[in-house]
């Protein structure tokens, strides 16, 4: 009889941690072969993540440009747990560092979430054209909806647009009818697959002279997740 | 006040089965929420509940429970086998158990489909996330009738009729005289 409740007690833990062990295997093996792609098509090193880079590449970021610590966000507007970061982790990041000048954030797009997400991102880019690219992040973020229901189609995206104020609508829709920045959005995709980034939210804390030392975050993380890799990255250039 | 099923009674008044609950309940409760993103062992090890993952978290504490609770009452049953319960109620209880768990681990784990199916993996990931309450609520209640399954099972096999038609026996309750 206590052979049959060890047996079941294994079976449940086997099945458990199988599954974790399974899912965790499916990624990586999934991520080495996106890797070798990417490292064949371009070899991505380091300095892709220094601070001037990023913003060389026209990706939108809020901070002092001088901050020592840069996080990269790769995000995409119809993910929920990119809204929960929005809503609960990042306001705490701003408060605590990003206005203190000690970390710059810079956003990449990774639109996996859904089939309109792609249309998302381009209109968010085109609306940094006319730097209100956080402003439309944020409109984009407090008003998502179930993913590819229709509340990011073209015409719901226009009408966001159309709600920031000193936004030049002919402009963007210009922008965002010739989808402009689909091939930059694209790289940006490239770039987050040969960092393993296949899940939104994902993050990379790096040091922004050099885009050295990279730590990763994964997932819609609580504020003290974040905290701790600052803190330590503070702490070590303080040395 | 409200009282507590026998059957609940009887099984979990033997700390074993308490135990044995336990030690199902809680790697499936981990593995939820790290699948929710409200556990997290990298950089730290941390939980975390956000206000929009509240119903999500109560509902997957429900279902868990069941299934530890349906585990170890599968067990108590195996273990009293004399009392000539059918062996197919660790099947359905069980099994319903664990498809019904599968299943609201699915609708966390959808999240990862997308990066392993391409398309077909947006399109499932997409259902399994608008349907995530309803799947988790539907798992409670596969668990509640499997529980109820159990509970059956166990209460019913105590029940004696002492009906004079049924008392299939030829012997007498003796009389005082014959003592």
């Known amino acids: 009889m206590i052979v049959n409740i060890l047996s079941a007690l294994v079976v449940m833990t086997a099945f458990v941690f199988g599954t974790l062990l399974l899912f965790s295997h499916a990624d990586s093996s999934f991520e080495y072969k996106m890797l070798v792609m990417a490292q064949t098509a371009e070899s991505i090193g380091s300095s892709s993540f220094t601070l001037s880079n990023l913003i060389e590449q026209g990706s939108p970021y809020i901070g002092n440009l001088?901050?020592?610590?840069?996080?990269?966000?790769?995000?995409?507007?119809?993910?929920?747990?990119?809204?929960?970061?929005?809503?609960?982790?990042?306001?705490?990041?701003?408060?605590?560092y990003i206005q203190t000048g000690q970390v710059a954030l810079v956003f990449k797009h990774l639109p996996n979430r859904g089939f309109d997400s792609m249309g998302a991102h381009i209109a968010a880019q085109c609306a940094n054209d006319q730097g209100k690219f956080w402003q439309f992040y944020k409109l984009l973020y407090e008003n998502q909806q179930a993913i590819d229901s229709g509340w990011v189609s073209k015409d719901n995206l226009k009408k966001f647009a159309s709600q920031i104020p000193g936004l030049e609508k002919e402009q963007f829709n210009t922008c965002f009818d010739s989808q402009t920045y689909k091939e930059s959005i694209d790289n940006d995709v490239i770039l987050a697959h040969s960092q393993g980034f296949f899940d939104t939210p994902s993050f990379i804390v790096v040091d922004s002279t050099d885009g050295s030392d990279p730590e990763i975050i994964r997932g819609a993380q609580p504020f003290p997740a974040f905290q701790s890799v600052i803190e330590k990255k503070l702490d070590e250039l303080k040395k | 006040m409200i009282s507590l099923p026998l059957s609940v009674k009887v099984v979990f008044s033997i700390p074993t089965y308490i135990l044995i609950a336990a030690a199902v309940a809680i790697p499936f409760w981990i593995l939820f929420n790290a699948f929710d993103q409200l556990i997290f062992f990298d950089p730290i090890w941390i939980f975390y509940l956000p206000e929009d993952a509240i119903t999500g978290f109560i509902l997957t504490t429900i279902v868990t429970i069941l299934i530890g609770m349906l585990v170890s009452m599968n067990i108590y049953?195996?273990?009293?086998?004399?009392?000539?319960?059918?062996?197919?109620?660790?099947?359905?209880?069980?099994?319903?158990?664990?498809?019904?768990?599968?299943?609201?681990?699915?609708?966390?784990?959808?999240?990862?489909?997308?990066?392993?199916?391409?398309?077909?993996?947006?399109?499932?990931?997409?259902?399994?996330?608008?349907?995530q309450i309803p799947l988790r609520i539907i798992s409670a209640a596969i668990l509640f009738f499997a529980l109820y399954y159990i509970h059956k099972r166990i209460v019913q096999s105590c029940v004696m009729d002492f009906s004079a038609n049924n008392m299939k026996t030829d012997q007498k309750y003796p009389e005082k005289s014959d003592i």
């Open chain 2, 77 to 131: 049953v195996i273990r009293h086998s004399k009392l000539k319960i059918s062996r197919g109620s660790l099947f359905s209880g069980s099994s319903l158990s664990i498809i019904s768990g599968v299943c609201s681990s699915c609708s966390s784990v959808g999240f990862l489909l997308i990066s392993t199916f391409g398309s077909i993996g947006i399109i499932a990931s997409n259902l399994l996330t608008i349907y």
């Open chain 1, 66 to 96: 001088s901050a020592p610590i840069t996080i990269v966000d790769f995000s995409d507007f119809q993910c929920h747990l990119c809204a929960r970061h929005v809503k609960n982790t990042e306001p705490l990041i701003n408060e605590t």
